[in-house]
C-alpha cells in the first residue's frame, strides 16, 4: 500500500491526466452479473490499509456492494507504465468522515447529491435540469436556471443527505505492476487476512507477497 501510494502521488504531482486519481471499480450484483465504472479514489490510507471512494447509497454500484461486498479496483497510469490492482470488502463509511468530505464540496455538487437520482431513468436533460432546480428551491437554495451560479444574497449550508456517503475499499490483496520491454513486465501481488472488527473497519493481518510472472 506505501507503493501503491507513492506512485498514486507521483501521477499527482506529474499530472499524468486530468483525474491521476481515477480508477477502475468493479463490482458483482446478486445475480453475479459483473459490472464496472470509472470512480475517483477521494483518500488513500496506507495503514491500516484502504481507500475510499463517495457515492450515492441508492445508486447501481451500492446496490452491488450492498448484496457482494467483494469488489476490486484498478489504477493505470499508461505516462508512467504503472497499474495498481486492489481486491476486498467495501464497507460504508463512519458518517463523521462522510459529513467532513461532504461539507468540502462546491455547493453545486452538494445541491447535485441532494438532487440526482442516481442511475435511475428520467425523461430528458430537460426534466433532469428541471428536478435539479426543484430539489435546489426545496433545499433553500437560490440558484440560476442553468444551475452555474447563486442568486442569492449568502452561501448556503447544505446538510449530507442520507443516502450519499463514503465507501471505504479495504486491501485484502494489492498487485504492483511495471511495464517492462518485450512485455516482460515487473508483476508482484500481496495478500493478507481481514477480520471484521466493526462495521467500519477491519483487524489486519501480516501481508505476505511473491513475484508473479508477467
Known amino acids: 500500500m506505501h507503493w501503491a ?3 498514486l502521488q507521483e501521477a499527482t504531482r506529474q ?9 477502475t471499480l468493479s463490482t458483482v450484483d446478486a445475480a453475479a452479473k459483473p459490472s464496472s ?4 479514489c477521494k483518500a488513500f490510507i496506507t ?9 450515492n447509497y441508492k445508486s447501481r454500484k451500492a446496490a452491488d456492494i450492498e448484496a457482494n461486498p467483494a469488489v476490486a479496483i484498478t489504477f493505470h497510469w499508461d505516462a508512467l507504465g504503472r497499474q495498481v490492482r486492489i481486491e476486498g470488502p467495501a464497507v460504508r463509511s463512519p458518517d463523521a468522515e462522510s459529513d467532513a468530505y461532504f461539507a468540502s464540496r462546491h455547493w453545486g455538487s452538494q445541491v447535485g447529491a441532494w438532487a440526482s437520482d442516481q442511475s435511475y431513468a428520467i425523461d430528458s436533460r430537460a ?8 430539489r435546489a428551491r426545496d433545499l433553500g437554495v437560490s440558484v440560476s436556471d442553468d444551475m452555474q ?15 450519499w456517503g463514503g465507501f471505504r475499499i479495504w486491501a485484502e490483496a494489492v498487485e504492483l505492476w511495471i511495464e517492462g520491454a518485450d512485455r516482460i513486465h515487473e508483476r508482484a501481488r500481496w495478500t493478507r487476512n481481514l477480520r471484521p472488527e466493526s462495521k467500519h473497519a477491519f483487524a489486519v493481518g501480516a501481508w505476505h507477497g511473491q513475484r508473479l510472472q508477467p
Do not use: F, K
Open 37 to 40: 465504472r470509472v470512480v475517483l
Open 127 to 134: 426534466a433532469l435540469m428541471q428536478q435539479l432546480r426543484e
Open 5 to 7: 501510494s507513492a506512485w
Open 47 to 55: 495503514d491500516p490499509g484502504y481507500v475510499v471512494l463517495y457515492t
Open 15 to 23: 499530472e499524468v491526466r486530468r483525474n491521476p486519481n481515477a480508477m
Open 149 to 163: 451560479s447563486l442568486t442569492g444574497d449568502r452561501q448556503p449550508t447544505i446538510p449530507r443527505p442520507e443516502h
